[in-house]
């Protein structure tokens, strides 16, 4: 386990993680934490930043809070651990077909207008889910945008997939979640796109199938980096999770800062609409290997 406190100064140590984070260091961390990653902490989410700071105290065998800040803001600590410490800071809640009304809007709407325009056949339709956290997002676009291919022959699509974090898009790739958090799921359609475990020690495990998993094209994105590489035109982004936890001067209207579509207008699906409009968004790493370890069976 890696321990850097031998280069720490004893003041720092007097202190435990039960004392808390000081007002000096609370506000030292909410500034990194805005301007590495756009995620805006009000003092309300203190105790919810200690919570999850501790994590890294026990992984690095530090004993307080101010010892952790005095390694963080450190050259080594700056170099090593910011992408740790956005890693649990950054909110990863999400569920399959959470707000419907996108996904509706996305079949009844966005979908029929961008078939007027493109022609199937010509290339496929790509649709970007920024801030795809564990995968249920991208993952049910893919189930959507499958069922509506079914019913319009020659329609394809591609997903683009990105998160800050590097945990979550671990998972996210390989596509495997508890049998409870598809319950909301209509069984038809969980028996077409998701995979049973055969395991002994895991019946409650199910995984996205192989054909689906090929379609999402997972990346780690930055929202404020510089510059980016998602080149090519999107037709439609689904941007509720990054946009909800942006401070409110990042923005209006997350189409400026993003890839222009090919039609000239791009659908953004997202709970806030006042927000986002200075996101710069993202630089991309190479796309994430799919991965196999277990047996699946048709559910």
Not at 121 to 149: D, K, N, Q, R
Not at 181 to 203: D, N, Q, V, W
Request: aromatic share 8%.
């Amino acid at each position: 386990m890696r321990t850097p406190s031998a280069g720490i100064s004893g003041a720092a140590r007097i202190g435990v993680a039960g004392d808390g984070i000081s007002p000096r260091d609370y506000t030292r961390l909410c500034a990194l934490i805005l301007s590495e990653s756009g995620i805006h902490l009000g003092a309300e989410k203190r105790t919810m930043l200690e919570i999850r700071i501790k994590r890294r105290l026990k992984a690095l065998e530090l004993i307080s809070y101010a010892e952790y800040c005095e390694y963080l803001f450190g050259q080594r600590g700056m170099k090593e651990e910011i992408g740790h410490l956005i890693d649990v800071v950054s909110t990863n809640k999400t569920d399959f077909f959470r707000e419907p009304k996108h996904f509706d809007c996305l079949v009844q709407t966005v979908l029929p207008q961008w078939l007027t325009v493109h022609n199937p056949a010509g290339h496929p339709c790509l649709v970007w889910s920024a801030g795809c956290s564990t995968g249920e997002e991208p993952y049910t676009l893919g189930i959507v945008l499958s069922e509506f291919a079914h019913s319009h022959p020659g329609f394809r699509f591609r997903i683009l997939a990105s998160d800050i974090s590097t945990l979550v898009l671990e998972k996210a790739v390989r596509g495997v979640y508890s049998e409870e958090t598809t319950k909301a799921i209509p069984i038809e359609i969980k028996r077409r796109y998701f995979l049973r475990s055969r395991s002994a020690g895991s019946p409650t495990r199910v995984r996205v199938v192989p054909e689906l998993r090929s379609a999402v094209q997972f990346r780690r994105l930055n929202f404020m980096d510089a510059d980016y590489e998602v080149a090519e035109p999107v037709d439609a982004i689904f941007c509720r999770n990054v946009i909800i936890y942006f401070d409110r001067p990042k923005g209006a209207n997350p189409g400026q800062a993003l890839p222009a579509s090919r039609s000239g207008r791009l659908p953004v699906c997202g709970a806030r609409r006042d927000a986002a409009q200075h996101e710069t968004a993202a630089r991309s790493s190479s796309p994430l290997p799919l991965q196999a370890s277990r047996t699946w069976n048709l559910m």
